[in-house]
């Protein structure tokens, strides 16, 4: 999977693959290539807001059809439920996903 980002309000900071570390602000846009791990934090006071667009150039995933699959998945595999997940960040927001494949 390939994904997309851009930065709709706020400043974000980026650590992509093995520590290289990048920031945007809004308007920017932020492509992971496919297989690369990464994080997304926001930097300063204002809001974080971004639209997220995932590539699937060789189809829909199997093992993962669906956005809430997807975090459901990368909560498993670092050892964090959701419910800890948003408790750690209480103004963590996470806008339904539109699927299309």
Known sequence: MEQIFYILTGQAG???GAG???SDQSG????IPPRTVHTVHC???????YLAV???????PQTEPSWDVHVQNVCRDLGWTINKLFRRRSNLRISPALSIC
């Open 20 to 22: 290289r570390r990048i």
């Open 28 to 31: 920017d846009v932020v492509r």
């Open 43 to 49: 930097l300063g006071d204002a809001p974080l807001r």
């Open 14 to 16: 980026w650590l992509l």
């Open 54 to 60: 995932d590539c699937f150039p060789a189809g829909c």
